[in-house]
């Protein structure tokens, strides 16, 4: 962990609270905000938009793991939550609302930061997965519209695939566009002929 991280604390319990404040303090200079109250915790997080959230909790519930989930959506942000005791379904239910680190146990300060540091680099792994699986989706995409485009160019022009596409970049340099975007257009152009 680099860098002043803005961290929100969600912590009932004032005494633990002011506990993990110091930890984190001791940890670097972080901006740190704590919340005591877990009613409209989602508004809250969205409000202040921290860098990483920590939850504390004795026993969480399934609305305050739904509340965590609005918070996280679209996972946009590392959480690590501890928990005294949990059960198998709230344990799957807080990893599925996007939970980077899951602990069990009673939270000591000097867990705190290599926990913290866990849940970050984990987060960050999640994120470029998720970033590449996008990609992947777009790239396959954009593939499918080209090779339609190619499709209504071999049967308009009576030309082979390798031609086709051959057409498509030109027009492409051409244009000074993608060739997904010369493809898209001629897409559009055929189903509204068609």
């Given at each position: ?45 969205r409000e202040r ?105 071999m049967k308009a022009r ?37």
């Amino acid at each position: 962990m680099s860098g002043k991280l803005s961290i929100i604390v969600v912590e009932p319990d004032r005494e633990r609270a002011l506990m993990i404040v110091d930890s984190l303090r001791e940890a670097g200079d972080n901006d740190i905000h704590v919340i005591s109250e877990v009613s409209s915790l989602a508004r809250r997080i969205r409000e202040r938009a921290p860098d990483m959230v920590i939850v504390d909790l004795a026993s969480p519930t399934r609305d305050m793991i739904e509340e965590l989930t609005l918070a996280t959506e679209p996972l946009d942000r590392p959480v690590a939550m501890f928990v005294d005791k949990s059960d198998d379904s709230l344990t799957k239910a807080a990893i599925e609302a996007g939970v980077s680190a899951y602990v069990v146990d009673d939270l000591r300060p000097e867990r705190l930061r290599p926990i913290m540091s866990a849940a970050i680099t984990r987060f960050n792994m999640f994120r470029r997965m998720r970033d590449e699986l996008e990609e992947t989706k777009r790239a396959l995409e954009e593939r499918k519209v080209i090779d339609r485009a190619k499709g209504v160019l071999m049967k308009a022009r009576g030309i082979d695939e390798d031609a086709a596409y051959a057409l498509l970049r030109k027009t492409a340099m051409d244009k000074g566009k993608k060739i997904y975007d010369v493809a898209a257009a001629l897409v559009t152009a055929s189903d509204l002929l068609s």
